[in-house]
Nanobody, 126 residues
């Protein structure tokens, strides 16, 4: 069983900063990639940032303001959000591409799956 627990959301004024954390726990063989998505009311879920090995990727809307990082020793990813804007208001979800040892369709072995956190609310007031 793999769990992702997010923290760090909250209410902040425009121009402020927040740092989100996402801790992965469970019977993990390795974490291949981690990322953050967000979903605003009445909008589709969208990619915010991802990190895999030493590469990172950002949505154009957050480039230069958000930074994704990862502490492999703690199985934790972070999203540092600076110069927040009201349009950044959304529920932020952490995701991890994880290889786990389990009994799957092909029997006992290593399987790669995507896992999601429960989401954390970020609200930016103008």
């Amino acid at each position: 069983q793999v769990q992702l627990v997010e923290s760090g959301g909250g209410l902040v004024q425009a121009g402020g900063s927040l740092r989100l954390s996402c801790a992965v726990s469970g019977n993990i063989d390795r974490i291949n990639a981690m990322g953050w998505f967000r979903q605003a009311p009445a909008k589709e879920r969208e990619l915010v940032a991802t990190t895999e090995n030493d590469s990172t990727r950002y949505a154009d809307s957050v480039k230069g303001r958000f930074t994704i990082s990862r502490d492999n020793a703690k199985n934790t990813a972070y999203l540092q959000m600076n110069n927040l804007k009201p349009e950044d208001t959304a529920v932020y979800y952490c995701t991890a591409d994880v290889t786990v040892f389990k009994v799957g369709r092909q029997g006992e072995g290593l399987y790669e799956d995507d896992y999601w956190g429960q989401g954390t609310q970020v609200t930016v007031s103008s």
